[in-house]
């Protein structure tokens, strides 16, 4: 045998030995994605690996992270943080990526592959593998994920979750009920004696006595009184255990009368003029044969509660304004205009499209309506009776709209939550069946009260110094519409309130002494959702309140706005109204309140007492304390662009909108307000004694606007977060399908002149 020697290695290494006392370098580990959860909230299904669509063009900047489902929302979470933005809408309850399960109108999964679509309800089997899930949104926002690399099973599962727990099959299965019966018990150490006050709550709820009778001397309605025959709902089921009547109507009266009212529904006093007219909502009388005796007992009641006796008029709503079914469909139509459709090839086809849904029409005709009430309350000295069919939608947008207009307390902060708490809450509102928070109730949703709020930008947006609150307020108001967490927009009437809340706290084992603003607060306690900071953009920089303030001498003093009277004789020949030039007004169109005037506002040939009325009314300066009375043009009236439109990257201007009115017109007014806190602490020099310099400026969480003055060496440059849909974000929804160059655009790009998109298409030069 022959010996085989090993052969020697060839390969050589250079690097040096690796040494034992170097420590190993460890990787970082991966971010684990972890929810923000609430008391009681649970986390029911999950997937991994989900990309968020941001841009509907490319994938460049997508979100990668985990899509979550609990008892409470629908929750993304990123796997990189986002930067973090120095002035930024941060929500107590929800993330940005959050999206509460009230707020979900459909549930679309998409198979892309296949080409299936499916919208999902409750209990519903999927029969494919989702690779997109597509969620429509209330307050208007269209969210897309993709699951391309998350697993197909996990996929399907946290869709039927989102599906199943977006459509509650009871009301107590919404999450506030489990979330505030858990943060009561957890919060029994902060109470003393087994209860605590309201706390910083100021607006009045309206479920007791008190309330009312705080109201009925308020406005001076020494005729009326509260009354309790309604005490645990004996009489209706929908109105409030406390009602205010006519003095001369007993309660023996009121309980003979009621079966024959629409839901033992009685007449409802809502408020009362200076001059002793009376604004009262009332339901149809159900039967026939007794109508005549009622009405004849009804109106004498309230006639004699007017200092001069003058007889009542009744509006019959039902007959001159639409119908909750109309409503709805025009507010789909202009959602699906402004959210989903993609732009026409020319604003004046996307504006027809506007017109033709009828909303704006439909906000002008309440605002109209409301008008005439209050020719015939404060021109004609003469009580109202507001008449619906059951008293419980339309009544709730013309009396409020009524009250708004005429009362300039209702238009304060605390002012407009009692109205909402008074002719929405308390009056039975079906909050729960138009807002369809049950997804059970299709031909009953209608979008009332956000029509309400339209109208109450619509007078804002023409008298921006006569209101406190801010068109974010009304914003946030709607959205908060969809958070299940408050009672206020929860229920149908009071009675259910009361019932639903009586059988959660026996569930949840609270003493029937508690009050129940306590374990089930309602919306007006803006600390549960929003911090100080944040609240601030609820105030109106040019808010003119009842007196305005000013320092004299070191004292702060005040003066107060004279009230002007209206009458029917003309005097002066001014040439504005309402901050318009007179000729701006000239063409008017049917059914305006607004008549054809002359330069001189003098009488026209038969002219009729409520044309008179607001002739004279618009001839003058604009009372911001006083009455105030819409332009109702169809010129005057304008979309709502921050709460349609906010969420539409297209329509987003950037260091543009109203914001930056808003933003300068704030520093202004924080100015002022440092120069005045300056001025209550100067005290004048003291001979031979140096004064102390004294903090100017208080500290931040009592500034009562959101953007503070600038320094004087800080040049006066607007922010670069600063757009048209600020405070929100338009980042991440998906509006549309397509974007279409418009008229501008293509000008820009070489169009010779404005013609047709076939025109453009066939110019060849």
């Known amino acids: 045998m022959f010996s085989v020697k090993p052969m020697k290695p060839t390969f050589k290494s250079y690097l040096p030995p690796i040494q034992s006392d170097v420590k190993k370098t460890i990787e970082p580990p991966i971010k684990k994605l972890e929810p923000n959860l609430l008391p009681g909230e649970i986390v029911v299904n999950e997937v991994n690996f989900v990309r968020k669509c941001i841009s509907a063009e490319s994938s460049q900047d997508d979100l990668w992270g985990k899509l979550i489902c609990t008892n409470f929302k629908v929750s993304f979470i990123p796997q990189d943080d986002p930067p973090k933005q120095k002035f930024k809408l941060s929500h107590i309850l929800l993330g940005e990526d959050d999206i509460p399960l009230t707020c979900l109108e459909q549930v679309v999964t998409v198979n892309d592959a296949k080409g299936k679509k499916k919208v999902l309800g409750s209990n519903q089997k999927l029969k494919f593998n989702p690779t997109e899930l597509i969620l429509y949104c209330k307050d208007l926002r269209i969210i897309r994920f993709c699951f391309h690399e998350a697993g197909p099973e996990s996929a399907k599962k946290v869709c039927l979750a989102i599906a199943h727990y977006s459509h509650p099959a009871d009301l107590q299965l919404l999450f506030g009920f489990e979330y505030h019966g858990r943060r009561y018990h957890e919060s029994k150490g902060d109470r003393v004696n087994g209860s605590k006050p309201r706390g910083r709550l100021q607006t009045p709820i309206f479920d007791c006595s008190s309330d009312w009778d705080r109201e009925i001397k308020r406005t001076g309605a020494s005729e009326w009184r509260v009354c309790s025959i309604n ?66 007992r009804v109106f004498t009641a309230i006639t004699k509660s007017h200092p001069l006796h003058i007889e009542v008029i009744v509006s019959e709503l039902d007959k001159w304004l639409p ?69 419980r939608d339309l009544n709730c947008v013309v009396s409020s709209l009524v009250q708004l207009m005429l009362d300039p307390h209702y238009r304060s902060l605390t002012g407009f939550q009692s109205l909402v708490q008074k002719e929405w809450v308390m009056a039975g509102h079906r909050f729960l069946d138009r807002c369809n928070h049950l997804k059970k109730s299709d031909n009953k949703e209608s979008p009332l009260f956000m029509l309400f709020l339209d109208c109450v930008w619509q007078m804002m947006n023409q008298y921006p110094a006569a209101f406190e609150i801010t068109e974010f307020y009304l914003t946030a108001l709607s959205d908060s519409m969809w958070i299940p967490l408050f009672s206020t927009f929860l229920f149908n009437s009071p009675k259910q309130r009361a ?5 959660f706290a026996k569930n949840k084992a609270i003493p029937q002494v508690e009050d129940q603003v306590l374990y089930f607060p309602p919306v007006w306690n803006w600390s549960l959702q929003f911090s100080s900071k944040d609240q601030t953009l609820f105030n109106n920089p040019m808010y003119v309140g009842k007196g305005a303030a000013c320092v004299h001498n070191g004292e702060v003093k005040s003066f107060t706005r004279t009230k002007k009277s209206f009458s029917f004789t003309l005097k002066g020949t001014s040439t504005l109204r309402n901050g318009l030039n007179g000729g701006e007004d000239e063409l008017t169109r049917q059914g305006s309140l607004v008549s054809p005037l002359r330069p001189d506002f003098s009488p026209l040939k038969d002219e009729s007492p409520s044309e008179r009325f607001f002739r004279d009314w618009f001839s003058r300066p604009a009372d911001q304390q006083g009455s105030l009375i819409p332009l109702l043009m169809p010129s005057h009236l304008a979309l709502w662009k921050l709460f349609f439109l906010r969420w539409v990257p297209e329509a987003c201007i950037v260091k543009g909108g109203p914001i930056t009115a808003y933003h ?89 002149t404005w013609l047709s998109t076939e025109t453009l298409a066939n110019d060849t030069v």
Not at 336 to 348: K, L, M, R
């Open 323 to 391: 119908g909750i079914q109309d409503i709805q469909s025009a507010f789909v139509k202009i959602r699906n205009i402004c959210v989903i459709d993609p732009f026409e090839e020319t604003e004046e086809r996307w504006l027809s499209a506007v017109e033709n849904s009828r909303w704006l029409e439909y906000v002008r005709a309440f605002l109209k309506h409301s008008a005439e009430i209050v020719y015939h309350l404060d021109a004609r000295n003469t009580s109202v009776i507001l008449q619906e069919e059951e008293d």
């Open 664 to 752: 300068a017109i704030s520093q202004l007014v924080d100015e002022i307000e440092i120069l005045q806190n300056q001025l209550r602490q100067y005290k004048g020099p003291s001979p031979g004694k140096i004064t102390p310099a004294r903090p100017s400026r208080p500290p931040s969480d009592q500034r009562r606007m959101y953007f503070s003055t600038s320094s004087p060496n800080d040049p006066p440059t607007l922010p670069d977060f600063l757009t048209s849909s600020f405070p929100y974000t338009t980042a991440g929804n998906l509006c549309r399908r397509s974007i279409y160059g418009t008229p501008i655009s293509k000008f820009l790009n070489g169009a010779k």
């Open 231 to 296: 005490e645990s709902y004996a009489i209706s089921p929908s109105l409030p255990e406390y009602i205010v009547v006519p003095v001369s109507l007993t309660d023996q009266n009121l309980k003979q009368y009621s079966s024959s009212f629409t839901d033992q529904r009685i007449p409802l006093w809502c408020w009362n003029h200076i001059n002793g007219s009376a604004l009262v909502r009332m339901a149809s009388i159900n039967d026939p044969l007794q109508q005549k005796k009622i009405d004849q």
């Open 499 to 503: 019932q639903h809340l009586m059988d």
